[in-house]
């Protein structure tokens, strides 16, 4: 992806979507581009996590519990995001992700995610109005 084309995905991506455009250029500057294919597991529950995944192309599911007691929670899809729980609050990651065809990524690895944070109080503000968003969305559900 060139970088305007970033910009424009990031834009479109919950997580982003009430940043402004020039947020949204700092963002794509340390996004990278992953690519994986099926069936690959990108990480299991309790495992240390250090990358948010904003999925481009493809769809993953999430699992809960191990071995047997493994269930699908979730699946989800292009401009949907994973793994900021982990990123943002240290703890060890709360599901299994598995591409469930070849997938494409943007990652934002921790130390970055960080550095932004504190850096970019507009982009701080976003994230966490639309993490906000989502656990309002969450709590509907229950």
């Given at each position: 992806m060139i970088p305007l084309e970033k910009i424009l995905f990031l834009n479109k991506v919950p997580l982003f979507s009430s940043l402004r455009a020039e947020d949204l250029y700092v963002i794509s500057k340390i996004a990278r581009e992953e690519e994986y294919l099926a069936k690959r597991v990108l990480f299991q529950e309790?495992?240390?996590?250090?990358k948010l995944f904003v999925?481009?192309?493809?769809?993953?599911?999430l699992f809960r519990g191990i071995g047997e007691e493994k269930k699908k929670i979730l699946t989800l899809r292009a401009k949907d995001f994973f793994g900021e729980m982990?990123?943002?609050?240290?703890e060890l990651r709360s599901a299994t992700v598995a591409c469930q065809e070849n997938c494409r990524f943007l990652v934002l690895e921790k130390e970055e995610v960080t550095e932004l944070i504190y850096r970019y109080p507009d982009i701080?503000?976003?994230?966490?109005?639309?993490?906000?968003?989502?656990?309002?969305?969450?709590?509907?559900?229950?």
């Open positions: 309790g495992d240390y996590g250090d999925i481009i192309s493809g769809s993953v599911d982990a990123v943002f609050d240290g701080s503000f976003g994230i966490i109005k639309a993490l906000c968003s989502r656990l309002r969305e969450s709590n509907k559900k229950i």
